[in-house]
């Protein structure tokens, strides 16, 4: 049998290589959980980085886009204006032109029958005239409040253009109607011998 000293020995032994196995355990479970939280950071930082280089292209397509459209609207608006201005001048040239041919009918308004088309043609010419007027006074006013600016109620680039083709479309195809109606007044008129 072992004696006391012996005992203590072995114990203060196995307690000294426990100590130093649990040591090195412990150390390498620390040095694991060193290297994930680091790797984890690298990972975090490496995202960090993309979102700040995804940021500073954005930032720096967004600033001449933005300009880019601003300076396209507004010159989108300018030539609708000047287009205004210029379909304006052309209804006021229609209704001098139609009060004269009024005039020049009402010359001759006891030969009835003999004028009976020239008569129709006028109606339908007094129509798109009032038509052009109309569209002018309801719908040209939206889009250009003050006559020189279209109104900015922050529209879409789209939405200026497509309003103002169809206004622009649809106010020449009146006014074409309109020269055609009056050329055929004007032709009755002659073969008349007024």
């Known amino acids: 049998?072992?004696?006391?000293?012996?005992?203590t020995f072995i114990f203060s032994a196995a307690t000294t290589?426990?100590?130093?196995?649990?040591?090195?355990?412990?150390?390498?479970?620390?040095?694991?959980?060193?290297?994930?939280?680091?790797s984890i950071i690298q990972g975090r930082d490496s995202i960090i980085q993309i979102k700040d280089a995804e940021i500073a292209v954005l930032k720096?397509?967004?600033?001449?886009?933005?300009?880019?459209?601003?300076?396209?609207?507004?010159?989108?608006?300018?030539?609708?204006?000047?287009?205004?201005?210029?379909?304006?001048?052309e209804a006021t040239a229609h209704k001098k032109n139609l009060t004269e041919t009024i005039e020049?009918?009402?010359?001759?308004l006891h030969r009835e029958t003999e004028f009976s088309s020239a008569r129709?043609?006028?109606?339908?010419?007094?129509?798109?005239?009032f038509v052009q007027t109309m569209m002018r006074e309801h719908i040209s006013t939206v889009l250009f409040p003050d006559d020189a600016t279209i109104h900015k109620p922050e529209p879409s680039m789209e939405w200026i253009a497509a309003i103002g083709q169809g206004y622009l479309e649809a106010y020449s195809r009146i006014s074409e109607e309109a020269k055609n109606r009056?050329?055929?007044?004007?032709e009755i008129l002659k073969a008349s011998g007024l």
């Open 1 to 7: 049998m072992l004696t006391l000293p012996e005992w």
């Open 17 to 38: 290589a426990l100590l130093i196995v649990g040591g090195i355990w412990l150390k390498t479970v620390v040095d694991q959980q060193l290297r994930l939280k680091d």
């Open 60 to 89: 720096g397509d967004t600033a001449p886009a933005v300009a880019q459209k601003y300076t396209a609207m507004k010159n989108l608006a300018d030539e609708m204006a000047k287009d205004n201005i210029r379909l304006a001048e």
């Open 104 to 108: 020049k009918l009402r010359t001759v």
């Open 120 to 129: 129709k043609l006028m109606n339908e010419y007094s129509i798109l005239v």
């Open 182 to 186: 009056e050329r055929k007044v004007n």
